[in-house]
């Protein structure tokens, strides 16, 4: 978020930001006001593996130079590492020796609360879980303390946070012009200036807020509309003391979850103790070294990096492994916020591939008239792949003249699909074949009634012969034409409505074995 804010504001002054991080608050609330928590939906779990491993990997990259006592400014993993290894050589050792006592310390105390005690020493067992949840805080005060007992003004042994300004902010309205140059800027121009930001930035704050919440909501409901409006109002808070735009942040949630928060009551509480700190302890966040807060933050973030996750698609779906990886390869090069989105678009393709591929399962059908072909659509007939649908069943029914569609696990049907339904009854008509839909489900029947040429007479049998016996007589050895407006063919008893009586459909024995690949169209 600090990125895409120096992306949108360069140039311009201060007050800018001020005014994007309310204008961000402002859309992000109406956003939520709207309901628009779909949203929620165009992050899939592989898309929150992905931008979670992402994130460590950034963070863990970005604190290097805390712990190795190295000072330089950089916007990128590859920059971070060029810097490193080009100023290898001004590595302090102070820091380095620093960073991986507080490290050690770190991992060996997050062990701790898992250590077995009797059941009837639960005092120790409390006292062990209190001190390993509250080990960042211990290392940080333990750390700071040795760096004020041994700080030297002239010759400082380890590299310290920068001096923080005391009080309280000045509770305000944002600005709605600014000086740019020799130039007045009202709020219509600040607002030009910023440009799309103003819009990017609330939707890429929504996105990236839901993906940290569903990646430490540990499988619970994340109400995305009730994020929103929450996100929104901090903002626009934000913007009448002069902040600048914000949202979740994984190394905060990271240090939070790792030091047990389970309750949004943590955030009060921690707003609580930030004001009282600002204002009566900021001169003493000096003495927090840097190495200590570099070791802090890649112990909470190293064990977010999912591998678990890409082992197991790696086995079972390497589809959705090709999503994590995009996710990932796009949040490590370019910038989270740009990752979520790819991976959002690039979950949305798979889902639309998978729709598109979705299997059409083909028998044989023996009855007495010979045989007929069965065949059972999955999940959905769509615009994605119901031309795929009859192309394949036509070339299955070459050599049959019966044919019956079971929709037992139909879904969806939209009207792109119920055009091409409507074109498939056609052409068996034409051809003097038999067409039958059954075993569908009250919705599915809404659609399937509105398709033109479709005999609905069968739609609620549940078996194959219960939809023979339901279209009523044939014709004899020919099947003819089902239809409501069947015209007359080669074949002079068409089944329809109005067909001739003639012997009873289907009256034989039934079973079922699967088509040869070749008339199966596999």
Not at 493 to 515: Q, R, T
Request: proline share 6%.
């Amino acid at each position: 978020m600090a990125l895409m804010t120096l992306q949108t504001c360069r140039g311009l002054p201060p007050d800018f930001v001020v005014l994007l991080s309310f204008l961000s608050g402002g859309v992000v609330l109406l956003m939520g006001l709207l309901r628009l928590g779909f949203l929620v939906e165009l992050i899939s779990p592989s898309v929150t593996s992905g931008f979670t491993s992402a994130t460590a990997v950034i963070i863990t990259v970005a604190q290097l130079k805390g712990l190795l006592g190295l000072s330089f400014m950089a916007e990128s993993v590859t920059e971070n590492v060029a810097l490193i290894v080009e100023r290898w050589r001004d590595v302090r050792l102070p820091d380095c020796l620093l960073s991986l006592l507080c490290c050690s310390t770190l991992l060996l105390l997050r062990k701790l609360k898992d250590v077995k005690v009797g059941p009837k020493r639960r005092k120790l067992k409390k006292t062990l879980w209190l001190v390993s949840i509250g080990r960042n805080a211990l290392v940080v005060l333990a750390a700071a303390t040795f760096a004020y007992c041994t700080h030297d003004p002239a010759r400082p042994l380890l590299r310290l946070s920068g001096r923080v300004e005391a009080g309280l902010p000045q509770l305000r309205l944002p600005p709605l012009s600014a000086e740019v140059g020799n130039r007045t800027l009202g709020f219509v121009d600040m607002v030009r200036e910023l440009g799309t930001g103003v819009l990017l930035l609330p939707l890429v704050m929504v996105l990236a807020n839901i993906a940290i919440a569903k990646a430490f909501s540990e499988g619970g409901r994340v109400d995305a509309a009730q994020e929103m409006v929450t996100l929104g109002l901090c903002n626009m808070a934000g913007g009448l003391v002069r902040a600048m735009p914000t949202c979740g942040a994984f190394a905060r949630s990271a240090v939070a979850h790792s030091s047990g928060v389970r309750t949004p009551a943590a955030g009060l509480y921690a707003g609580v103790i930030t004001l009282l700190a600002l204002q009566f302890l900021a001169q003493y966040f000096h003495f927090i070294p840097k190495a200590c807060i570099s070791s802090v933050l890649v112990c909470a973030v190293i064990f977010m990096v999912d591998w678990e996750t890409a082992l197991r698609l790696w086995r079972h779906d390497r589809r959705e492994l090709a999503v994590v990886a995009l996710t990932f390869g796009v949040g490590v090069w370019c910038s989270v916020e740009l990752a979520v989105l790819c991976g959002a678009l690039a979950g949305l393709a798979a889902t639309h591939f998978a729709l598109q591929r979705a299997p059409l399962h083909l028998h044989k059908v023996k009855c007495s008239w010979g045989e007929a072909v069965r065949a059972r659509p999955t999940r959905a007939l769509l615009y994605l792949n119901c031309a795929r649908f009859a192309e394949r069943l036509e070339r299955a029914t070459a050599a049959h003249r019966v044919a019956l569609v079971d929709c037992g696990v139909l879904a969806m049907l939209d009207y792109p699909a119920a055009q091409a339904l409507s074109k498939m009854i056609k052409k068996f008509q034409e051809n003097n074949k038999l067409l039958i839909f059954y075993n569908a489900s009250t919705d599915v029947i809404k659609k399937l009634d509105k398709v033109e040429g479709m005999d609905t007479r069968a739609l609620l049998a549940h078996s194959v012969q219960a939809a023979l016996d339901a279209v009523g007589p044939g014709p004899g050895p020919c099947p003819g034409v089902l239809g409501p407006a069947a015209a007359p063919g080669p074949c002079p008893g068409a089944l329809g409505p109005a067909a001739a009586p003639g012997p009873g459909l289907g009256s034989g024995p039934e079973a079922a074995a699967l088509l040869p690949r070749d008339a199966a169209g596999v």
